[in-house]
């Protein structure tokens, strides 16, 4: 079992950044692919940027390539997302998300753990 808390969403202006953070509970974190994903009102939960278990090799979504970096700190068990550049099709609701099965974690469906989610809001 691997509990997710995210922290550090809030309100932003375009061209801003954030940092968030999803600290997990458990030994076994390097093990796992970890991912964030968004959900804004009204759209399906999307896919944002993952990273490999034990390798840390990154991978991102085509509309926050160049401005969103994610990594992780096994030691620390947690891992984060920065997010510069900011625009305001960036709002949502950003999840973490660890996956036991797979290499990367791209897919919804291959997510053993989600957190509860913290809210990016980017204003104009």
């Known amino acids: 079992q691997v509990q997710l808390v995210e922290s550090g969403g809030g309100l932003v202006q375009a061209g801003g950044s954030l940092r968030l953070s999803c600290a997990a509970s458990?030994?076994?974190?390097?093990?796992?692919?970890m991912g964030w994903f968004r959900q804004a009102p009204g759209k399906k939960r999307e896919f944002v940027a993952t990273i490999r278990r034990n390798s840390g090799i990154p991978h991102y979504a085509d509309s926050v390539k160049g401005r969103f970096t994610i990594f992780r700190d096994n030691a620390k068990n947690t891992m984060y997302l920065q997010m510069n550049s900011l625009k305001i099709e960036d709002t949502a609701v950003y999840y973490c998300?660890?996956?036991?099965?797979?290499?990367?974690?791209?897919?919804?469906?291959?997510?053993?753990?989600w957190g509860q989610g913290t809210q990016v809001t980017v204003s104009s």
């Open positions: 458990g030994r076994t974190f390097s093990t796992y692919a």
């Open positions: 998300a660890a996956g036991g099965g797979p290499l990367v974690l791209v897919d919804s469906g291959r997510v053993d753990y």
